[in-house]
Structure formats: structure tokens, C-alpha cells
């Protein structure tokens, strides 16, 4: 079964807003509305898992990859 990738996201006390994918430790972006946090961390979250597959890493069966939460 494909695994879906959970980005969380808040806003901040300065009014930025943060995303992040917890199961993908470091995968954390800025950004100046919701939308675009969870853009810049969908971006992220995919060039770890390039990097990942680049290394012979372990990455998520790849399916429907992200949801926002």
C-alpha cells in the first residue's frame, strides 16, 4: 500500500506560516501564506526523497505522496 506523506502546518506568532513533514526529519519550510509553507515543503520533502532513491536509501512506496493536514 502507497504511503501518504502528512504535511502539518501553523502559523506562526510573526505571521509566517510553517509546514513540515515529520516522518521526513528536516523536511520543514517558511512560507507567507498556508499554501505556499505547504508548497515549499512538498518541494523539499520530494529532493530528499530523489536524494534518498540517488543513495540506494529506503523511501515510501510512491503513490498519492502528500495530504495537508
Same mark, same amino acid.
Given at each position: 500500500? %502507497?504511503?501518504?506523506?502528512?504535511?502539518?502546518?501553523?502559523?506562526?506568532?510573526?505571521?509566517?506560516?510553517?509546514?513540515?513533514? /515529520?516522518? !521526513? /526529519?528536516?523536511?520543514?519550510?517558511y512560507?507567507?501564506?498556508?499554501?505556499?509553507a505547504?508548497?515549499?515543503?512538498?518541494? !523539499? %520533502?520530494?529532493?530528499?526523497?530523489?536524494?534518498? !532513491?540517488?543513495?540506494?536509501e529506503?523511501? /515510501?512506496?510512491?503513490?498519492? !505522496?502528500?495530504? %495537508?493536514?
Open positions: 500500500m %502507497a504511503t501518504i506523506l502528512t504535511i502539518e502546518s501553523e502559523r506562526e506568532t510573526d505571521g509566517r506560516w510553517i509546514a513540515e513533514v /515529520p516522518a !521526513l /526529519p528536516g523536511v520543514l519550510a512560507g507567507e501564506n498556508r499554501d505556499d505547504i508548497a515549499k515543503a512538498e518541494a !523539499l %520533502a520530494l529532493r530528499v526523497l530523489a536524494e534518498r !532513491l540517488e543513495n540506494g529506503s523511501v /515510501p512506496e510512491l503513490g498519492a !505522496l502528500f495530504r %495537508a493536514a
